[in-house]
């Protein structure tokens, strides 16, 4: 047995770790915290000094019992989780439920996994830093107290089921503000100039007018001050500038610039780079500090003169501006500043290699430019034509690494060289446009300039965009957008060879794919949350509870003092509004319903967004009819309203089956008995007739009959949401691009079916055949626990390899079955 036991919180770091540490080492993983507030009560004792009280998880018996039985024999135990207040806390619950002897347990911390770092932390433990620890509670007691005292209320005046959140709940306030001014915006057209001109040579350069017009009658009338005038150029001015590099990433940074360069979503990038700081390849991940150690940035000097020379090297510092910054010292950037393409899986390597350039191009020479400014006259008016050009004398950092930038951010330049001009010379102009623009609404925004928004208010640290970002669309509050835009038409005036043509064309707006769009019911629970707790949801607040629980873990402030400042008055207002407020669903009244005078609202009901046709208070039962997904409570008009009373549509019948169409959760359908088969993209449950109908139900039925046999069963094929498929024995087998899916050979099915036995067999963990239970491997590195019909997803913090039957059949035990409803 090792005499030192390690132990880290996850298995992918103590695996690593373990390489570096000698034969009288033992490493071992605590699978984050083990003991925790219980997941069914408040835990929080708010008469004894808001004492919380932690508890270890039925799941996580096993692995306690197994620490402990480390622990007797070990003479020293190193507790080695992460350097943050959340490592600090996992230390404490490990100190504390193992009864770890003080004598014998040194606390050591580390921003990277590499050999040279964990050797100088073990040459320099230290006791637990009790104010990093409070702070965590700090956030864990609040963030409990917030959620348990405002979920019930929102149950009982809105829906079953929701939740609320200290810092959630404010990333959906800022996304619903968002949407309304989104909704109000009314836009305002005006006409730009553009000019393409031409120097004696005949190399043309694009010029812009240095003002708009308010009407195309204004425009026009410029243009035609234009019919044979003379253009030359007034004036030319050419400056030296500078452009310099971004500083390294923080949490933050990185987020943003992997969403715009990776298309990576906030959660994705935080698990790409927990992996890559796990395999030791990155420092710690979860950082507001821009700083480089003396290390990085000597060992990046080297890199930048060995690969592009000694005038491509700047040794900089940088400082960030975040006052709340968190105890992880440095940037993230790679631990191995020669190493530029470990051998990793494509997304870690992605990821490794922008954090390899930023790292690299922070400590490079700034890049050196050329502006040339040059202004067109015409000798029939008194407007200038502005051009721009930039020359890149010297590329410096630009060589490795540009920063990215978002939508928002971007805006209309002059990109590249302007040809040879002088002063005073002739040119010639091709042609001239009068264009007709709108002013832009807000754009909707993305995780990543979501993330930006909150770091820019104070609201949230580095350890909570990804899980604030990834719950309140998990809550249903906040969704992905997927329209691609709807279409605009526009007026452009077109000047040449001295007559003006009037064209009308059309441009995309509105697109918000990828955004993210409130749903009806986060609108309603903001609108709530707002109106009855707004200290709550007030940015400023939110932020300052941030810089009490910075103030916390520097020792400044007593943490249970905080909570008896806050607690005073939100437990009041909770009762207050849960006794008092008025139930929300967000009704909009529509008009009246023609056939029988009764109203025509919209709200939210039990099962979602909905239309209905009277009132519970009339004596005639109220009728109703579900929103499409597409549509919404704050924008379905009367007329999508009263439509939505025809579905289903009753079509007609084929081979002795009544079809129907409908609209469900995946888009329009026919239904033919009791097959449902979509509508193409643009149709829709409203217009398909009977012929379309039966067109689609023939080509599944085509789609569905058997293409091939293997081992005595039939094997079919057909496209779902994932893409195309064969159907065997059960069973649903992806084909890949590999593949000809219209003219699969036998051996194509065979080997696709043996690769899909072979994937299943090895996602086999353990099972208890006696038992009829078994653990198998699930998506996204989770486990799962089967007994016939029910699965129950094991916690990520649980080695599935080492539960025994006892544990399996306690977390099956606590898996309640869903109630039927008996159908009067």
């Not at 990828?514 to 707004?534: Q, R, Y």
């Not at 400044?556 to 849960?578: A, G, L, S």
Request: proline letters at 4%.
């Amino acid at each position: 047995m090792a005499k030192n036991l390690v132990i880290v919180e996850s298995p992918a770091k103590a695996k690593t770790i373990e390489k570096f540490l000698g034969k009288d080492f033992k490493v071992t993983s605590s699978f984050g915290h083990i003991a925790d507030l219980p997941s069914k009560e408040l835990g929080v004792d708010v008469e004894n000094d808001f004492t919380p009280k932690y508890i270890v998880d039925q799941e996580k018996k096993t692995l306690v019992r197994k620490l402990k039985d480390l622990v007797k024999n070990a003479e020293t135990i190193w507790l080695a989780s992460d350097e943050d207040r959340e490592g600090e806390a996992i230390s404490w619950h490990l100190v504390e439920t193992l009864k770890l002897d003080k004598s014998k347990t040194r606390r050591i911390v580390f921003n990277s996994i590499t050999k040279s770092a964990i050797q100088k932390a073990i040459e320099n433990p230290r006791d637990i830093n009790y104010d990093l620890v409070n702070a965590q509670q700090a956030r864990r007691v609040l963030d409990r107290l917030v959620g348990y005292e405002l979920s019930p209320v929102l149950w009982k005046k809105i829906k079953p089921g929701l939740s609320a959140g200290r810092v959630q709940s404010v990333a959906v306030r800022l996304i619903v503000e968002r949407e309304r001014s989104i909704e109000a915006f009314n836009p305002e057209a005006s006409f730009r100039v553009a000019a393409e001109f031409a120097n004696d040579e005949g190399n043309p350069f694009m010029a812009r007018l240095g003002k708009t017009f308010g009407s195309k009658t204004e425009a026009q009338n410029f243009l035609e001050k234009n019919i044979g005038a003379n253009f030359s150029v007034t004036s030319l001015d050419k400056k030296p500038a500078k452009k310099t590099p971004a500083a390294p990433f923080t949490t933050s940074t990185l987020q943003q610039e992997a969403s715009r360069k990776l298309y990576f979503s906030v959660s994705r990038t935080m698990q790409v780079a927990q992996r890559l700081y796990e395999a030791g390849l990155i420092t710690y991940m979860r950082t507001d500090s821009v700083n480089l150690s003396n290390e990085a940035i000597n060992a990046a000097k080297d890199a930048i003169i060995t690969n592009y020379g000694e005038s491509y090297s700047k040794v900089r510092n940088f400082t960030g501006k975040s006052k709340g910054a968190q105890e992880a010292h440095e940037a993230i950037r790679p631990t191995d500043m020669s190493l530029q393409s470990p051998n990793v899986e494509n997304d870690q390597l992605r990821l490794y290699e922008l954090i390899w350039k930023r790292t690299l191009a922070s400590q490079m020479s700034d890049a050196e430019l050329e502006r040339t400014n040059v202004k067109i006259k015409a000798n029939t008016h008194q407007e200038l034509f502005s051009a721009n050009g930039e020359v890149i004398k010297f590329d410096g950092f630009l060589k490795v690494y540009l920063e990215g930038r978002d939508e928002e951010d971007a805006v209309e330049e002059q990109e590249g060289m302007l040809p040879a001009l002088r002063e005073g010379e002739a040119v010639r102009n091709n042609y001239m446009t009068a264009t007709e623009r709108f002013t832009r609404a807000p754009y909707r925004y993305t995780e990543a300039t979501l993330v930006k928004k909150l770091e820019e208010l104070g609201i949230g640290r580095p350890s909570t965009y990804a899980p604030t970002i990834s719950t309140i669309q998990n809550r249903g509050y906040v969704e992905k957008g997927t329209v691609d835009g709807t279409e605009r038409k526009y007026t452009q005036l077109h000047l040449k060879s001295g007559s003006i043509q009037d064209k009308t064309l059309s441009e995309t707006i509105g697109s918000d794919r990828g955004k993210l769009v409130p749903t009806d019911i986060g609108m309603i629970v903001n609108d709530f949350l707002v109106s009855h707790f707004a200290n709550i949801l007030d940015y400023n607040f939110t932020a300052q509870v941030e810089k009490d629980f910075d103030e916390i873990a520097a020792g400044d402030e007593d943490w249970k003092k905080v909570m008896k400042e806050f607690y005073k008055d939100f437990h009041p207002n909770v009762q207050d509004v849960e006794e008092n407020a008025d139930r929300a669903s967000g009704e909009r009244v529509l008009g009246t319903d023609p056939k029988t005078g009764r109203q025509v609202a919209v709200r939210l009901g039990r099962f979602g967004p909905m239309v209905q046709i009277g009132t519970v208070e009339e004596e005639e039962k109220p009728l109703f009819a579900s929103l499409l997904p597409e549509q919404s409570l704050n924008t379905i008009t009367y007329e999508e309203a009263m439509e939505l009373f025809e579905l289903p549509r009753k079509l007609g019948v084929y081979e002795g089956e009544e079809i129907e169409a409908n609209v469900g959760r995946y888009g329009p359908y026919v239904r033919f008995g009791k097959k449902f088969v979509s509508l193409g993209r643009g149709e829709s449950a409203f217009e398909v007739d009977l012929e379309r109908a039966i067109e689609l139900i023939q080509a599944k039925q085509k789609a569905d009959a058997p293409i091939a046999s293997y081992e005595g069963k039939e094997v079919t094929k057909g496209k779902g949401r994932f893409g195309p498929f064969i159907k065997w024995d059960g069973m649903f087998i992806n084909v890949n691009k590999k593949y000809d899916f219209d003219n699969l050979s036998q051996a194509d099915i065979e080997e696709l079916i043996e690769a899909k036995k072979q994937k299943e067999a090895e996602k086999l963990v353990r099972e208890w055949p006696e038992e009829n239970i078994r653990i198998e491997k699930a998506r996204w590195g989770r486990h799962n626990i089967i007994k016939g019909k029910t699965k129950v997803e094991i916690s990520k913090d649980v080695d599935p390899s080492a539960m025994s039957l006892e544990d399996v059949q306690a977390l099956l035990a606590q898996k309640k079955p869903k109630k039927k409803t008996k159908k009067s």
